[in-house]
């Protein structure tokens, strides 16, 4: 006859249910990647090939064989996605016949981010220019293990893209108020991020929240460096982005020579662009549960981010 068989059935129930509570903190822990690996994305911007002479640090031919380099080292180091942050091209339409091949050369596909550049062509090509570079849509996500990459189109109030009237309106009027403050954003080389698109970021946030997803925004323009390339509507984005603890940091290009700043917990990665001096210029980026940490080739510098 078994002594006490409530409390050995008791005993057996309490050892099987911390059992599954440990099986899932563990889930959790892992949860980084496939088979609990770090994310490890590739990361490089403003090729902004031309067939042109340079101008001061601007190599515009360099950039094919630069552009090479980059895809030797990626395609050896294997990450698990690729992002350019924008200006393919300087501004010749014709220059992404040789830009695009070399993109497909990428041992996984590149996610693309418009810059101001990628719309500096002839008007004609403008409207076809998504369906041209391979983009199935100018504001998106991609999700990796437990991050969320999500991709801005800064060229949504612009003076290069196509705008539509409620577009110029908005561009208009938030330029303007850029200038009344004696900002200088305003600048016709920047854009910004209009009301609609800044409906569909809340979404994805409070999604990613719900998720339990970290985030990391990608925008070609800055939100914060030297003012005359920063984001239309910079404050306001970050305003955004600051109420929601999900994002752990926000990706750029544009500003050539680079810039890096934390605010409020916020990493502000503004990585050099590609086309300047006769270095090259790009990055590996591996996301852990605690960490962003970069690894820089040629002018980049390397970083290691602490995560709010």
């Not at 990647?33 to 490089?44: A, L, T, W």
């Not at 409906?199 to 339990?212: A, G, T, Y």
Request: proline share 3%; net charge neutral; aromatic share 12%.
């Amino acid at each position: 006859m078994t002594l006490f068989p409530e409390i050995k059935y008791s005993l057996r129930k309490w050892l099987v249910i911390q059992f599954v509570f440990i099986f899932f903190l563990v889930g959790i822990e892992t949860t980084e990647g496939q088979n609990g690996k770090p994310i490890r994305v590739g990361v490089f911007t403003d090729c902004q090939y031309c067939d042109c002479p340079s101008v001061g640090n601007r190599n515009y031919r360099f950039s094919l064989s630069k552009l090479d380099s980059c895809i030797a080292t990626f395609n050896s180091l294997a990450p698990d996605a690729i992002f350019h942050l924008g200006d393919m091209i300087d501004n010749d339409y014709c220059s992404y016949d040789l830009v695009i091949p070399r993109f497909h050369q990428f041992s996984v596909p590149v996610n693309l981010v418009l810059g101001n550049h990628d719309y500096m062509i002839k008007k004609r090509f403008k409207p076809g220019l998504l369906n041209r570079i391979g983009m199935k849509e100018d504001h998106y996500v991609v999700d990796l293990g437990n991050w969320r990459f999500i991709v801005l189109n800064g060229d949504d109030l612009s003076f290069f893209a196509p705008q539509d009237k409620k577009q110029k309106q908005e561009r208009n009027d938030v330029v303007c108020d850029q200038f009344q403050q004696f900002h200088l954003n305003g600048m016709p080389w920047n854009g910004g991020i209009g009301k609609d698109q800044m409906r569909w970021l809340e979404m994805k946030l409070n999604d990613s929240e719900q998720s339990h997803r970290n985030v990391i925004v990608f925008c070609h323009f800055p939100l914060f460096t030297k003012d005359n390339h920063n984001l239309f509507n910079n404050e306001e984005l970050f305003d955004l982005l600051l109420s929601h603890a999900c994002v752990k940091a926000y990706f750029c290009g544009h500003y050539h020579s680079g810039n890096y700043k934390v605010k409020n917990g916020v990493h502000l990665v503004n990585f050099k662009g590609m086309v300047d001096t006769d270095q090259n210029s790009f990055s590996l980026v591996t996301l852990t549960s605690d960490s962003i940490l970069i690894k820089g080739y040629g002018r980049e510098s390397d970083r290691n981010l602490k995560i709010r």
